[in-house]
C-alpha cells in the first residue's frame, strides 16, 4: 500500500490550495479516504473523509463550507481543495486509508495506512 500526497504549500490568510493523494498497492474503490492532519505538540485531527463511490462527503465543523473532498476512482486519487484558508489550517496533511471498523468516519483510530504527509502553513 502506498500513498503520496502532494501540493503542499505556504499561502497567505484567505488562499486558496489544492492537495491531492496518489494510492497504490490495493484496490482503491474498497476504502473510504480522509485528510487527516497534524500540528507539533497537537494529536492527529481528522479534517475530511469520502465513501467509496465519491457520493457521500463528511468534514470536521472547523473546515466546513471551506474545504472540498473528491476522489477520482479512475486514477486512484484522493484530493482536498481548501479554500478561505486560515492560520489554524497550518499542519502537516496526511492522506488516510479507512482500514478498521465503520463506527466514526472521523476517529483516526479507524485508518491503517497514512501517506508521509504534505506541509500546508498558512501566514501572512
Known amino acids: 500500500v502506498q500513498l503520496v500526497e502532494s501540493g503542499g504549500d505556504a499561502v497567505q490568510p484567505g488562499g486558496s490550495l489544492s492537495v491531492s493523494c496518489a494510492a497504490s498497492g490495493f484496490t482503491f474503490t474498497d476504502f473510504d479516504m480522509s485528510w487527516i492532519r497534524e500540528v507539533p505538540g497537537k494529536g492527529p485531527e481528522w479534517v475530511s473523509g469520502i465513501s467509496t463511490s465519491g457520493h457521500s462527503s463528511f468534514y470536521a465543523d472547523s473546515v466546513k463550507g471551506r474545504f472540498t473532498i473528491s476522489r477520482d476512482n479512475s486514477k486512484n486519487i484522493v484530493y482536498l481543495q481548501m479554500n478561505n484558508l486560515k492560520h489554524e489550517d497550518t499542519g502537516l496533511y496526511y492522506c488516510?486509508?479507512?482500514?478498521?471498523?465503520?463506527?466514526?468516519?472521523?476517529?483516526?483510530?479507524?485508518?491503517?495506512?497514512w501517506g508521509r504527509g504534505t506541509q500546508v502553513t498558512v501566514s501572512s
Open positions: 488516510a486509508r479507512r482500514g478498521y471498523g465503520n463506527d466514526d468516519i472521523g476517529d483516526p483510530d479507524e485508518y491503517d495506512y
